[in-house]
Structure formats: structure tokens, C-alpha cells
């Protein structure tokens, strides 16, 4: 981060929206306080709304049910969005006796009908999370990047990664000879992993917010700040308003504060409220725990005791071993 990073720190989280204001939670129903705010006011609109999978936050209803609610909202967002902004909309699965239903195929329609146009579908691949029995463990979720309008904002060079090979030269052609890539580095694709080679893989290997994270709160579901940052880079500028409509503890309030943006997050719990304008003062302050953007996902060495192969098992491994033996001496 530049020196300049908070040269517009605000004193205090405003709980009602204005233009003056730097960074902005409401307490609010999502398609409500939106009706609330003028149009055409945010560069980005980023959020991962509820998956209807029965979270403690959340109340699950068919999925008809689910995308008519969600339809009222994305309507009032779309009415928000500036004439060639962004909108980041980050999706798993809903899940109904033991069937997947992808959400981002039936949220893509309903995004073109309302005129944006598709310009990303990128995948966030994480190690850990819940394991399946009757199906292969998820390990993945899709943000989908829409843009209003054909004339849109990309900064290419602001989420610029090392090329693999910065020596790689043009072979044949009047630059024969000549570096073929870029000094500022390659241009990122869809599939994305961490920093250092995740733009060329397109696998966005971010861990999500676990125990074990430092940004972990009590949400549930927590959104990684990292994630939000590389959309905020890439789609605004300096200034720029942003908006969560589902915020929780305000991830996107602090990616977006952390990068001179401003923000407004809204969310119908009180506690996540409050736990955001908390997390966005301790940003300020200098003392909000954060993932470093890019930092390699952790490898075990073999050291570790948890990545080591319990003695239960390897007990186990020995009982059957001798079983097999006897049966195999019975059969001579």
C-alpha cells in the first residue's frame, strides 16, 4: 500500500447514505435501502447474496421463490449501476434433496434480460470446505462479471501479474528477437490462483475464511477481502463509489476503503453491521488483521502434525495387512 493509501480517512462509519461520505452500512433490507439511493451513483456493484441453503442468516424457500426475490433486487441494482460500470456477482450451488442446481446458469438470464452483458465467468477455487459423501466435495464457487453498457472501465494494468517467462522473445516478424511480453506483466484470465501464476491458470485460488483465517469473524459465509480487492482494482477508480448490497461483516467496505474508494454496504443484521463499521475504524487505525492480496496459498511441509497420517490408521493399515496374510496362508 502507498503512503497515500488513507488520505481520506473518514472518523467514523456513517449509518445513512450521503455524497460526502467516505464509507457507508445500512441497516436495511437490500431491495429497500436500495430504493433509497440515487441512480447511476456506483462504478461497482459487488456482492454474494444468500444461496437459499438454510444459513443461519438466511430463510430457505424454493428456488422459484429464491430468484423472484433476488429479481426485485438485481432490478434496483441495475437502476444504481453508472453507464459502463460493473457488476460482480459471486454464486455457488443451492442444493435440494441431494440435487445441485448451478445458480449462476439461472442467474445469467435474468441478467441479460435486464441489458448487461457478460463479459467474465471467473472461478474461485478454494482448498477446504464441506465434505460430500453422495457427491464430490464443492470446492469452487463462479463470479460472474456483467458490465452495463459496451463502454466500460478495465484496468488492465492494475491487477497486472510476473509473467511466467519474461524472456520469452518474439520468434519470427519484424520484433524477431524482441521481448514479447509486457514490462508491467501478463494479463489476467478467468481461471484464477494465487497472485503469482493465477491470472495465466484462471483459477482464482483464494482460501476462504475459515477457523484458521485471519479475517475470520462469527459470519458464516464470510467473503474474502482479497477476492473483492482484485474486482475493485480492476473495474474503479480512485474515488468511485462501491456497493454491497448483502455486506455481512463488510468485506467489500474494506477493500474498498483500503483502496480509496467509497463505499456503501447494506445488511439486515445488526450484529454484521456493527461488526463491519468495526472492521472498517480497525482498517483505519492501522490494526484490522488482513490476508496480504497475492500472498501464496500455504503448502504443508509433512511436518505439521495435522498433515501427518494418524497412528490409527497406519494401526489399521497393519491389522488389515496381517488379515490378508492369514486369509492368503488358508488359501495355499
Known sequence: MSDATFYRSPSSVASSFSEEERVVMLLSDAKEACAGLPAETFRLVISSPPY???????????LEEYLAWQEGVIVELVRLLKPGG?????????VNSGEVFPLDIY???L???LGLQLRNRLIWHYEHGLHASLRFSGRYETLLWFTKGSNYLFNLDAVRVPAKYPGKLHFQGKKKGMPS?????????D???????????????????????????????????????????????????VLDPFA????????????????????????????AKTRVTDLYAGTLKLRPLGKPVHVPTGKEKVSQIPQEWLQKNVNNSNLTLSLGSDTD
Open 191 to 241: 481461471f484464477w490462483s494465487y497472485l503469482a501464476d493465477e491470472w495465466e491458470s484462471g483459477v482464482l485460488k483464494i482460501p476462504n475464511v475459515k477457523a484458521n483465517h485471519p479475517e475470520k469473524t462469527c459470519h458464516p459465509c464470510q467473503f474474502p477481502v482479497e477476492l473483492v480487492e482484485r474486482c475493485v482494482l480492476a473495474l474503479t477508480e480512485e474515488d468511485d463509489w
Open 248 to 275: 455481512g461483516v463488510g468485506s467489500t467496505l474494506v477493500a474498498a476503503a483500503k483502496n480509496n474508494r467509497r463505499a456503501v454496504g447494506i445488511d439486515r443484521n445488526a450484529d454484521f453491521c456493527e461488526l
Open 111 to 113: 441478467f441479460k434480460r
Open 52 to 62: 437459499n441453503i438454510g444459513k443461519s442468516y438466511e430463510k430457505q424457500t424454493s
Open 86 to 94: 460493473s457488476l460482480c456477482w459471486q454464486v455457488g450451488n443451492y
Open 181 to 189: 511480453g509486457n514490462p508491467l506483466g501478463k494479463n489476467p484470465s
Open 107 to 109: 442467474f445469467y438470464p
